[in-house]
Nanobody, 125 residues
């Protein structure tokens, strides 16, 4: 499935940004969509996911309380509202589609093999 992400940019610490991701395939067959991010010199990490199966959102500890993921009107579209941005949020953000599962630390993540192109978020201090 092709995923189109948008909404990145350069902001100051404390500002907000909204990322969007839409899947090209209709009807959308995956049960969840979400976001990962990769900062320079670091591994890609899970950020947030939304499951249409259980209508529930999942977040990493680092963004919980600041970021909100939501579904669009149609299945296959998600938004990531990022508030209170910090310099450590600077990364390339990737949209992904798949199913919510657990990682090796038994924390929620998105199991996926469908990736969109990254959108760059830069937060200056």
């Amino acid at each position: 499935v092709q995923l189109q992400a948008s909404g990145g940019g350069l902001v100051q610490a404390g500002d907000s940004l909204r990322l969007s991701c839409a899947a090209s395939a209709r009807p959308f067959s995956q049960s969840a969509m979400g976001w990962f991010r990769q900062a320079p010199g670091k591994e890609r990490e899970f950020v947030a996911a939304f499951s249409w199966t259980v209508r529930k959102s999942y977040y990493s500890d680092s963004v919980k309380g600041r970021f909100t993921i939501s579904s669009g009107d149609a299945k296959g579209t998600v938004y990531l509202q990022m508030n209170g941005l910090l310099p450590e949020d600077t990364a390339l953000y990737y949209c992904a589609a798949g199913v919510v599962g657990l990682d090796t630390d038994l924390k929620n993540t998105l199991i996926t093999d469908s990736w969109g192109q990254g959108t760059l978020v830069t937060v200056s201090s």
